[in-house]
């Protein structure tokens, strides 16, 4: 679920602009907004969360997924803030989410 939240949020955040150059401003800022975070996040995890969350599901292979869901719920937090989502509009975009994970 968390993982087609973060794509359902990525396509419409990246829906410009997907480049390698996109997405490492996206990191650079979401690394400055959770400077303080406990445990500090990692550059290369907020990008495999990024690029996870925009296809790249070869990604996945190896990975600490509890590390994963820590950079995951970052990167959703920060979309949501800089869209300034409505609750409304949050639970449209956790409906989505749900239909996506039962059509795989």
């Known amino acids: 679920m968390l993982t ?21 401003v996206f990191v650079d800022e979401m690394l400055q907004n959770y400077a303080d975070a406990d445990p500090p996040l990692k550059p290369l995890m907020c990008e495999v969360a990024a690029r ?18 820590i950079h ?12 300034e989502l409505s609750p409304g509009e949050i639970d449209e975009l956790l409906d989505d989410a749900m239909t996506l994970v039962e059509e795989l």
């Open 72 to 83: 995951q719920m970052a990167f959703m937090n920060k979309i949501v803030q800089d869209a």
């Open 4 to 24: 087609a939240v973060c794509g359902i949020l990525a396509e419409e955040r990246f829906e410009a602009d997907e480049s390698p150059a996109a997405i490492r």
């Open 52 to 69: 996870v969350a925009l296809g790249e599901l070869q990604l996945l292979k190896g990975l600490d997924l509890n590390d994963l869901a």
